[in-house]
């Protein structure tokens, strides 16, 4: 839909919220701010956001602000679910922007896509949700190949490597915390997995690991009602003393603080 009619139609937008689906924004004019899993991006013109499920946002939004919100669930591409999200890398990541201006030069076609799954998704057509899905995939693989023609991007083998792997944390960083884990689902050995992690992202692979628990763990601090203790057993720490010592180390303050801390 139109984003200034989600404005209208939406109550709880500038509280702290998720959703249990995806989220594609395209900003096509407007200001404020909009702020995801505690980092807060300024509102420009020709602005995406992307979000997964699962994070956590909240706005700030001037009332001209103006553009799309696509929402889609996992079921949209179930055929291949894990394939989409290796392809589609600015989903589920944690050590990218979910924020992206689209340059000059791509804003027409951005539009353009934007407005024939709007148009279409009205349509009462028989064949209407099939074209929806092409559309909403044409769309998300545009996205795609500008961003991959604009960053800097990994070598094909190392890229789907270390995507991978952050799926993989993504799906088990609240049973699963060491290195040895991930690197038998993958296949190879820590060191390699270490050696690849900080080559691509010049962090180490339990740093990524960390940074995964530690963003669940602020969270759940801020917009749960579970007590320390129960985020502790949530996140399969060995006791509440270890996740207090963890986060203190990760955060530099203490859970109880950043709880009732106001930023």
């Known amino acids: 839909m139109k984003f200034e009619d989600h404005l209208i139609n939406t109550k709880n ?20 701010s909009h702020t995801i899993d505690f980092k807060t991006y300024p509102i420009k013109q020709n602005q995406l956001f992307f979000m997964s499920p699962g994070q956590v946002h909240e706005w700030d939004i001037k009332p001209n602000t103006k553009g799309f919100t696509l929402f889609f669930n996992k079921e949209l591409f179930k ?26 030069e791509h804003q027409p076609i951005i539009h353009n896509l934007f407005t024939l799954i ?13 074209i929806t899905k092409a559309l909403t995939s044409a769309l998300l693989f545009k996205i795609n190949s500008i961003l ?9 083998s190392l890229h789907f490597q270390i995507r991978k792997f952050e799926l993989l944390i993504d799906a088990n960083f609240n049973s699963q915390h060491s290195v040895l884990y991930y690197a038998n689902k993958l296949n190879i050995t820590p060191n390699y997995l ?6 691509t992202v010049a962090k180490s692979a339990k740093e990524l690991i960390n940074m995964r628990l ?7 601090l801020k917009h749960s009602d579970l007590s320390i203790n129960q985020i502790s057993e949530y996140l399969n720490f060995k006791s509440t003393s270890y996740f207090i010592r ?7 303050q203490t859970p109880f603080a950043f709880k009732h801390s106001k930023s």
């Open 13 to 32: 937008i500038h509280f702290p919220h998720r959703h249990d689906f995806y989220y594609l924004l395209y900003i096509t004019s407007g200001g404020g």
């Open 79 to 104: 055929t291949n679910v894990f394939k989409i999200e290796e392809e589609w890398s600015f989903f589920h990541t944690f050590f990218n922007d979910c924020s992206y201006v689209i340059p000059k």
């Open 118 to 130: 709007l148009t279409e998704n009205a349509q009462f057509s028989s064949q209407q949700q099939q």
């Open 148 to 156: 991959n023609n604009t960053n800097n991007i990994l070598p094909s």
């Open 194 to 199: 270490n050696s690849l992690c900080k080559k």
């Open 214 to 220: 530690l963003l669940e763990s602020k969270r759940l």
């Open 246 to 252: 963890f986060f203190k180390h990760n955060q530099f």
